[in-house]
């Protein structure tokens, strides 16, 4: 189901330039760009998996991690083949590393109309990096704000300059996902990706859009868990994107090609914690770690738990109408609030 990209320049003897992700393949006539899924085709560059899903799922919201942004929601989840990064521990491997387009055909209008059908309150696009295949999520978010449906991003952010122009407007919500801080030597050894900039970059470009963020930092033990690097990322997250935006710090889990590591220790992620708060981070959460403390919303005026969670589900709201601290009344940021019928259908721990 090829479909031709927007996002492409064309260059001399049947060339393209891919101005997706941060890579800018150069990609000759009859080959791939990095992710296998953008091919130049008779100097016309084709998403070869346009509308065809690999992984459709029903999640809450805060599996993104979102956990400011319409709680206790319900998304459908979409992931296509293929990915312009290559991390060695990869849990969605199976479809992010695959050569070979395939996934069943799910087009825009399918997809919205599967969120419906499953009262879902919008579309996420998720498991492998939704940037390779931005046309296609477009597509399906145009139909989806049709319908009344808000859409959001889970992804390694590492955009270009076009890729966040052609969002803005239409993407209501995005989880970044570092890897290991984003130090330069973890993401060229352990995903084969060049230093932080872009990710940086696009980070700020969506601010000044108008996009809702929430930073996410997978610390991986022994080769991705460097108290310095989490506090300069700690420290640019809040001088640059703003002090109450989102951080959350997840635990590893061996997978892929990193089998031979053990879990983040809990002790690990509670040392980095302390270093958000200390570059002054107000909603820093443990991700990962079911049952911690750390995963509730704190109230700032007065400490008491605003929103109370475990994993996924929410057990106790403790905001009015107006998103304000039942105790203090200070305002707590969330985009919309917990639905008056919400039901936690989310309980079992992942094993």
Known sequence: MAHECTLYETLPDRKVRCTACAR?????????????????VDGRLELLSYGRAAAVQIDPVEKKPLSHFHPG????????????????????AEISQEHEVQGRPFSPTQAADWAERFDCQGLTFTYNEPTIFLEYALDVMAVGKQRGLFANFVTNGYMTHEAVDALVGHLDAISVDFKGSGEEGFLRKYITAKGPAPILDTLV????????????????????????????????VCEKLGPETPFHLLRFHP??????????????????????????????????????????????????????RYGFTIRRWGLDAQNRCRVCHHSIPMVGTLPKDYEPTFVTPLA
């Not at 929601?73 to 969605?92: E, K, M, P």
């Not at 601010?207 to 990322?233: F, M, S, W, Y």
């Not at 990193?258 to 302390?274: F, V, W």
Request: glycine share 10%; net charge neutral.
């Open 24 to 40: 800018y393949c150069t990609i000759p006539a009859g080959s791939h760009g990095f992710c296998f899924v953008r091919k130049n």
């Open 73 to 92: 929601s319900r998304v459908l989840s979409i992931g296509t083949v293929g990915c312009n990064w290559r991390c060695l521990y990869c849990q969605n």
């Open 205 to 236: 470009r969506l601010r000044e859009g108008g996009v809702h963020i929430e930073v996410t930092n997978l610390i991986v033990p022994q080769v991705g868990d460097d108290p310095e690097a989490c506090r300069k990322l700690a420290r640019f």
């Open 255 to 308: 997978d892929y090609k990193m089998m031979d590591l053990p879990p983040t220790p809990i002790r690990t992620l509670e040392k980095l914690h302390a270093i958000a708060v200390e570059e002054g981070l107000t909603y820093a959460y443990l991700g990962n770690v079911w049952g911690h403390p750390l995963e509730h919303t704190y109230c700032p005026g007065c400490g008491s738990v605003a929103v109370e």
